[in-house]
């Protein structure tokens, strides 16, 4: 079992940065790619960002490519996401996500990602 737990959201103007982390306990997180995704209000839970096991392979959706940058620190047991020139429209609770059964890729689908930490608030004044 995996518990994740994801921090460093707040409010910020537009064109500011943030930057999430997600904190996993769980003896195998390193084997586990690792996803970020994000939901507004009545709207459905979209890919943000996707690494696998060792960080060598990133994805980005269209709407942060580069904007948004994913990391990881294995032995820390820590995901990050760096949000840049952040818009109104990044405004959602963000969530980290594991994928225990494909390591070496990266998926952008919910369904695949079998551990979620509880989300993050990220609000962006304009």
């Known amino acids: 079992q995996v518990q994740l737990v994801e921090s460093g959201g707040g409010l910020v103007q537009a064109g500011g940065s943030l930057r999430l982390s997600c904190a996993a306990s769980?003896?195998?997180?390193?084997?586990?790619?690792m996803g970020w995704f994000r939901q507004a209000p009545g709207k459905e839970r979209k890919f943000v960002a996707g690494i696998n096991w060792s960080g060598g392979s990133t994805y980005f959706a269209d709407s942060v490519k580069g904007r948004f940058t994913i990391s990881r620190d294995n032995a820390k047991n820590t995901v990050y996401l760096k949000m840049n020139s952040l818009k109104p429209e990044d405004t959602a609770v963000y969530y980290c996500a594991a994928d225990s059964r494909r390591s070496g890729w990266v998926t952008i689908a919910t369904i695949a990602y079998d551990y979620w930490g509880q989300g993050t608030q990220v609000t962006v004044s304009s």
């Open positions: 769980g003896r195998t997180f390193s084997r586990y790619a």
